[in-house]
């Protein structure tokens, strides 16, 4: 799964540079990563191009109420009812599948908080 349309979706709406894919480094105190399903992007035979997939984001924050306020504003960047067009990829929606959840990361004392989506997109 190509998760730079989804790195871009993001940073073209939050003025962050700190937006990963695959792997945040440790040494990132203040940051969110994209991963994808280790499933992949189910295919559909019937519909070429057409792409049902999960991904996750994970926002690491010193602060509780800052991180989970970033997490809940990731989830309203995601949040694609209408359809619409980044990067070569039409998304046909994007949902977050549960509110966020946090978990406490032991090397400097931050947290992370993870939310996961459902896609269906087409690559154009």
Request: net charge neutral.
């Given at each position: ?8 979706f ?9 937006v ?9 105190t203040?940051?969110?990563l ?5 499933a ?5 035979p ?18 509780f ?6 997490s809940?504003q990731?989830?309203d ?5 209408a ?6 990829i ?10 966020p959840?946090?978990?406490p990361?032991?090397k400097g004392?931050?947290?992370?908080f ?7 997109y087409?690559?154009t």
């Amino acid at each position: 799964m190509n998760l730079k349309p989804f790195k871009d979706f993001l940073t073209a709406t939050l003025t962050t540079d700190q937006v990963f894919m695959f792997h945040m480094p440790e040494t990132v105190t203040d940051g969110i990563l994209i991963l994808h399903n280790l499933a992949g992007a189910k295919l559909d035979p019937s519909l070429p191009g057409y792409k049902r997939a999960k991904f996750q984001t994970i926002v690491r924050s010193n602060n509780f109420e800052n991180g989970y306020a970033k997490s809940k504003q990731i989830m309203d960047v995601f949040k694609v009812a209408a359809r619409k067009t980044q990067s070569n990829i039409y998304f046909h929606f994007i949902e977050p599948l549960h509110d966020p959840v946090a978990f406490p990361v032991s090397k400097g004392n931050f947290i992370e908080f993870s939310v996961n989506f459902e896609t269906a997109y087409t690559e154009t």
